[in-house]
């Protein structure tokens, strides 16, 4: 993959909110999209992830969209809970076989 | 299974010193990536081994450097050090490549250059 874009790079929600994560990636070749997430002083861990001829993924309260066309791909979180709160990374992987993060949004949900 | 640990934890090195950090993949895996995450950013993609080789590196300068060995450990060295340096280095594996598959990582080194 190459560079990925990524917004907000700060989000704070109420509880029981939603909250939408935004990516945005250049290299064509990406086929794989995960999204990983990161607690304060913890590794960064897979949460979901989306491959390329899907539109849609949905595990519980999570969710990932990817439109290929326009090389977006979104996480959303639904009724957020204060454990929630981490830092949020997408990345793409494609032709290179590396994997490129975008720089990170930091969820708040607020109790 | 063992997940892919990191050592040392924590480093303090004088600016100008070298720094070697280690990694140890899951077992089975071959491939093993190196990624710096300054305080406050994201992860910014260094390294990767697989099979013995390095197979792309990212905008790094060539005092970054690394090696895998045999058992598919790999060490990363940064010489010169220089006060930006300081970050936490994550170290990923997989069974190969990174595509269209999960990235499992260490629980990091912090380095920190005084």
């Known amino acids: 993959g190459e560079n990925v874009e990524q917004h907000p790079s700060t989000l704070s929600v109420q509880e029981g909110d939603s909250a939408v994560i935004k990516c945005t990636y250049s290299d064509s070749a990406s086929n794989y999209f995960p999204w990983y997430k990161q607690e304060l002083g913890k590794r960064p861990q897979l949460i979901i992830d989306i491959r390329s001829n899907v539109g849609e993924k949905k595990d519980q309260r999570i969710a990932v969209t990817l439109n290929k066309t326009a090389k977006h791909f979104s996480l959303h979180i639904t009724e957020t809970q204060p454990e929630d709160s981490a830092v949020y990374f997408c990345a793409d992987s494609g032709g290179t076989n590396d994997m490129r993060f975008g720089a990170g949004t930091r969820l708040t949900v607020k109790p | 299974e063992a997940g892919v640990t990191q050592s040392p934890t924590h480093l303090i090195k004088t600016r100008g010193q070298q720094a070697t950090l280690r990694c140890s993949p899951i077992s089975g895996h071959t491939s093993v990536y190196w990624y710096q995450q300054a305080l406050g950013l994201g992860l910014q993609f260094l390294l990767w081994?697989?099979?013995?080789?390095?197979?792309n590196r990212g905008n790094f300068p060539p005092r970054f450097s690394g090696r895998q060995f045999p058992n598919y450990s790999s060490e990363l060295n940064v010489n010169a050090l220089e006060l930006e340096d300081s970050a936490l280095y994550l170290c990923?594996?997989?069974?190969?490549?990174?595509?269209?598959?999960?990235?499992?990582f260490g629980q990091g080194t912090r380095l920190t250059v005084v």
């Open positions: 990923a594996s997989s069974p190969w490549g990174l595509f269209n598959t999960e990235a499992f």
């Open positions: 081994y697989d099979e013995g080789e390095e197979r």
